[in-house]
């Protein structure tokens, strides 16, 4: 597996979560500063799929969905991998980038937006992202890692006019997956 950072940025390998397949790799990206923008995990799990009220669920925008191309596997909810940055609808706009092959919600509704691709049969799953999982956070939670925007322009101008996600885009469109 092999993925293209700036060439300030860091990347450190620390210890994979509980549950992981053997072989599993974590590793952190932080920027020159040492600000967290990312973690790439293997050999994940895949959850269950969680219940979700019709209440519960929230509007989301793809604001941003690139191609790329990585081992997957193939299935009901699932499309070939993407490159993504989301918003879901809370109090605000909480944006979160990653990669997906796990569809959010057929009519722009979801609890949960998954940075996952399900991996092939037996090799585990894969999140590349700033969050494995987008949610719409209450008033009194920490937001971080994830982004929070008062508009759904706002979320767009992130994308299409700043450096941090072009640069995390070209990290993410870069990852290598030897099958």
């Known amino acids: 597996m092999s993925f293209e950072l700036p ?15 053997p072989g599993a790799l974590k590793v952190e990206v932080k920027d020159a ?19 979700c009220a019709d209440s519960a669920r929230r509007p989301y925008v ?10 997957h596997r193939e299935g009901d909810g699932l499309i070939t991998p993407h490159v993504v940055f989301r918003v879901i609808q809370g109090y605000k706009y909480f944006g979160s980038f990653g990669i997906t092959n796990v569809v959010g919600g057929g009519d722009g509704k979801a609890c949960t937006l998954q940075n996952v691709v399900r991996g092939p049969e037996g090799k585990g799953d894969v999140s590349f992202g ?3 999982a987008l949610r719409a956070f209450a008033a009194d939670e920490k937001v971080a890692p994830a982004k929070a925007f008062d508009t759904l322009d706002q979320a767009a101008k992130y994308v299409n006019e700043g450096s941090e ?13 030897k099958s």
């Open 33 to 51: 500063k040492g600000t967290y923008l990312a973690t790439l995990q293997t050999g994940l799990p895949s959850p269950s799929s969680a219940a």
């Open 130 to 132: 700033d969050l494995a």
């Open 7 to 21: 060439q300030d940025w860091i990347a450190q390998s620390v210890t994979p979560d509980q549950g992981t397949l």
């Open 165 to 177: 996600f072009a640069n995390v885009q070209r990290m993410l469109m870069s990852l290598k997956i």
């Open 62 to 71: 793809v604001v941003s969905s690139v191609p790329v191309d990585l081992p």
